[in-house]
């Protein structure tokens, strides 16, 4: 079993900065693909960014150059460093564990382990 506790989400100003933590269970991203997605009010849970075991990341073309997904192998412990907040990056965002290959990576029905989310609100 595969648990993840996401943390350091947050209220923060338009323009700012907020760095998530996803801390995994045991080795869970030496096996797993791990992606952060979100999920704002009345929409579908959306791809943000991944990292596979090669250590390859893969972002959303809407948070290219804005954010990092990275991984510190000594905490078991997945970040994702978000730069330059836009009010309409609002949402609950989720770290989430993958079997999956590359081609369903920002498909959220193919992770199999999902933390319970942390907010993040960004005031414009």
């Known amino acids: 079993q595969v648990q993840l506790v996401e943390s350091g989400g947050g209220l923060v100003q338009a323009g700012g900065s907020l760095r998530l933590s996803c801390a995994t269970s045991?080795?869970?991203?030496?096996?797993?693909?791990m992606g952060w997605f979100r999920q704002a009010p009345g929409k579908e849970r959306e791809f943000v960014a991944a990292i596979r075991t090669s250590s390859h990341t893969y972002y959303a073309d809407s948070v290219k150059g804005r954010f990092t997904i990275s991984r510190d192998t000594g905490k078991n412990t997945i970040y994702l460093q978000m730069d330059t907040l836009e009010s309409e990056y609002t949402a609950v965002y989720y770290c989430?564990?993958?079997?999956?290959?590359?081609?369903?990576?920002?498909?959220?029905?193919?992770?199999?382990?999902w933390g319970q989310g942390t907010q993040v609100t960004v005031s414009s």
């Open positions: 045991g080795s869970a991203f030496r096996t797993y693909t």
């Open positions: 989430g564990a993958s079997r999956g290959l590359l081609s369903s990576i920002r498909d959220p029905s193919m992770y199999f382990q």
